[in-house]
């Protein structure tokens, strides 16, 4: 980063610099004139970012990447034009450019002192009233950005708690949350039941229609499931054709009900949209069990798997408990 000359002895002007957009050109020239002006190759990386100063980019333009101190540097990149500014907050909060900022191009930058610009806001309301400007216009990017990265993440969270084929609960979710929904049970001595269920034969269903046909069913078992519960109730897939509902609230009885209708409501689901093909159909068995006080999680789902294995045995396509 080479001194090349001043602001003075230069051929640039005030009205090229939007920092000073609307002051007195004039008295903004005198003050600026002995400010250095440097020449930066490209790639180059402003040197002295550890001062508070204010760089104004003259020709060429700069990278300025994101925060690096706060450890939420995601390679967000933001380009610095001719008559563009950064620094204003470091001269503001008087901490250094923390950011790495590097030319794009070759570029010529005039470079502020920050007692200089102190001392220009304090005679200027023009300057005063473009860096207030400048700031709101930061801190609205700033937060765009931050939304943009929330949501990012909440994609990112959905994404891990989800079962990419049938968008129910996964495995994760479950052990994350079935042990805290029964510690609230048994805190509150409120009933919750868990139906397992598993499709029928879905061996012969894959062999017989292939494998994408497998993976309709499945989808359309687990939108069955779904649409049929109340928002307070979970839907999970436990495993390959294995899913299971999570029924707070409910006692074993009422739970019982849930598993007959959407037992029945299973067999009816079509499969395929295209009704030219021939419809098969699906069934499930389905184990129910209701938490005892004292029960945890490892132990009401083994109860579940019981039942269910009694709903196979006795037929499948039906209910056991
Ligand atoms: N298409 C598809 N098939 C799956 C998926 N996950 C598991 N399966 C299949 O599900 C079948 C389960 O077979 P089994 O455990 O033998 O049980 P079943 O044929 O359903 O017989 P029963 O449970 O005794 O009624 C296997 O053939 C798996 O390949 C999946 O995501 N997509």
Redesign the pocket.
Known sequence: MDQIGTFGASPYQVEDLQLFAGTNAETTARALADCAIVRLPLGARVADSYRARLYIVLRGALDVEADTSSGLNDGTVSKILPGESVGEQAVLDDTANLFAITASEESELLVIEAELVWRLIDESNGLARNLLRLLSFRIRAANALLRRRQKLGEFYRQLSLNDS?TGLYNRAWLNDMLPKMIATAQRNGAPLSLVMI???????F?DTHG?PA??DA?RAASDVVAAALRPTDFAVRYG??ELMVILPDTNEQLALMVAERLCWRLQEAVVFGDMRLPLPHITG?FGVACLAPGENEDALVARADAALYRA?QDG?NRVAV
């Open positions: 084929l598993d499709l029928d034969h879905f061996k012969r894959n494998h497998g993976d499945l390959g054709e068995s196979k499948r």
